[in-house]
């Protein structure tokens, strides 16, 4: 009996041995994609802010030009001071996607504009947008990933039978809206 009994207790210890291995490596795996996200949101975010520091220069170097373009002008200035880092993530993704169409329309009003079109410090600073407007697409596109990866793990057995107990939940993507496939035209250095 003895001989029974022991090799219960050895199956036993087994099957605790490999419940507990699992449960730490899904929570870790777990934590890890949780760090990832963190980061890639922390680098979409550095270019957000660039880009809402960018914005006040662009404003005024188109300004003095576009005096009867006020309401574009306006919808900037708006776009702009409706971001802030401390929103959520679906807050903070409407504010920039909300802010990437107002520069595009400032942008397609310049083109009509020759003369702002050659200053230096507009074609600069609109490469600079330009430029911003790519990092964060790319930036996206890292967190989206990473945030797919969570999502989809936690879904997934045996993360899914613990995620309750960790509180893990799906993170929100960062949605570009259907227009944003593209980048804005923004070439000001060529007249038409």
């Known amino acids: 009996m003895t001989t029974g009994l022991a090799l219960a207790v050895y199956a036993v210890a087994v099957v605790v041995v490999v419940v507990a291995f699992l449960v730490l490596a899904t929570y870790?795996?777990?934590?890890?994609?949780?760090r990832r996200i963190e980061k890639a949101w922390a680098n979409v975010e550095v270019a957000l802010q660039q880009r809402y520091d960018e914005l006040p220069n662009v404003v005024a170097a188109?300004?003095?030009g576009l005096a009867f373009e006020q309401q574009t002008l306006e919808?900037?200035?708006?776009a702009r001071a409706s971001w802030s880092a401390a929103a959520p993530v679906p807050?903070?993704?409407?504010?920039?996607?909300?802010?990437t169409a107002a520069v595009r329309q400032l942008f397609a009003v310049v083109e009509r504009y020759?003369?702002?079109?050659?200053?230096?410090?507009v074609a600069?600073?609109?490469?600079?947008?330009?430029r911003l407007e790519n990092v964060i697409a790319d930036r996206r596109e890292l967190y989206n990933d990473q945030v797919y990866r969570h999502n989809t793990r936690i879904a997934q057995l045996p993360a899914v039978l613990l995620a309750g107990l960790f509180g893990w939940r799906p993170r929100p993507f960062f949605d570009?809206?259907?227009?944003?496939?593209?980048?804005?035209a923004t070439d000001l250095a060529t007249t038409r």
């Open 62 to 64: 188109v300004r003095g």
């Open 91 to 99: 807050t903070q993704a409407a504010a920039s996607d909300e802010t």
């Open 28 to 34: 870790n795996a777990v934590v890890a994609l949780e």
């Open 176 to 184: 570009a809206p259907d227009a944003a496939g593209s980048p804005p």
């Open 124 to 130: 600069a600073l609109q490469a600079e947008i330009e």
């Open 75 to 78: 919808r900037v200035t708006r």
């Open 114 to 121: 020759p003369e702002l079109r050659s200053e230096a410090n």
